[in-house]
């Protein structure tokens, strides 16, 4: 697909710069899961896990640091992979691996089951099918396995994010839009944001998710929604939750992110 062929060109535009923030916000002990993840997570010791889109694999190293027997990331960018595999043997993390996949063409080719299947902060954007994405999931889970997924609210992502800061909510893209998004910058939540490249983001909805997941035959646990975002739209205040940032007027308004557990329905 042009518009995945283009993403991969673009995503690998940050890789090397996001390999050096991340490494250096494990030096400083400042890379860690947002307050919501933590305590959703639960207990992963001994768990076999799958990371979709890993980026460049701090997140799959925390989580094989929690106690994980063995975690897998997956990424669509080589360059995200060779410095995920880097930034595993800088920390010594061995208890992971890596690979190059578009998540939309997974299933055609890995057969392994997993017992988790960990997605988390600014993943499902990159989508353009969740009803793939939802079979690719379970396609990757034993039969006790089970998806935790914590990203941006659909509802949010709706809002037109310059004019936010000053509360004011107006629907810049539509919520049932099912053509891509473009833009000519990524990044800008490790590392500097990049300009001169050519993006698409899809638009997903809550019914998209729940129920996508359900026809491919897993179980809704939870489906939560939270008012802090995991990234600064502008002029956001750091948020008591630990990892999270608010607006201060926003505290009883709108979504912003939400969190999904969903089991395998055997
Ligand atoms: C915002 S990042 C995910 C954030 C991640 N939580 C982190 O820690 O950096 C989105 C990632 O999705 C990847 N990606 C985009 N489209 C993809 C696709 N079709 N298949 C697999 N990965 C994809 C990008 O390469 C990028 O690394």
């Not at 002990?29 to 947002?34: A, C, M, R, V």
């Not at 944001?193 to 939870?222: P, Q």
Request: glycine share 6%; aromatic share 16%.
């Amino acid at each position: 697909m042009k518009e995945i062929e283009s993403n991969k060109h673009s995503w690998s535009q940050i890789s090397e710069d996001h390999y050096y923030a991340f490494k250096a916000r494990f030096k400083e002990g400042t890379q860690f899961f947002n307050y919501y993840i933590k305590r959703e997570l639960g207990d992963i010791t001994g768990k076999d896990i799958i990371h979709l889109q890993c980026n460049t694999g701090a997140d799959t190293i925390l989580l094989a640091q929690m106690g994980a027997e063995h975690v897998t990331g997956v990424d669509l960018v080589p360059e995200n992979i060779y410095y995920a595999k880097k930034l595993a043997s800088d920390l010594n993390v061995t208890n992971v691996d890596f690979f190059e996949s578009d998540i939309m063409t997974l299933s055609q080719k890995y057969n392994k089951k997993h017992d988790m299947v960990f997605t988390s902060e600014g993943a499902l954007v990159w989508l353009p099918d969740m009803e793939v994405w939802a079979k690719t999931v379970r396609s990757l889970l034993n039969d006790t396995g089970y998806l935790y997924v914590f990203d941006s609210h659909p509802f949010f992502l709706m809002l037109d994010e310059e004019k936010l800061d000053k509360q004011i909510y107006d629907i810049k893209y539509p919520y049932f839009k099912k053509t891509p998004d473009f833009d000519t910058t990524i990044g800008g939540y490790a590392s500097e944001r990049k300009g001169g490249v050519e993006s698409y983001c899809w638009m997903f909805t809550v019914s998209d998710i729940i129920n996508s997941l359900i026809r491919a035959g897993m179980r809704i646990d939870f489906f939560n929604e939270f008012t802090e975002n995991f990234y600064d739209v502008g002029n956001m205040k750091k948020s008591d939750k630990e990892g999270l940032l608010i607006y201060e007027y926003n505290r009883d308004k709108y979504p912003m992110s939400f969190s999904l557990k969903a089991s395998v329905n055997a």
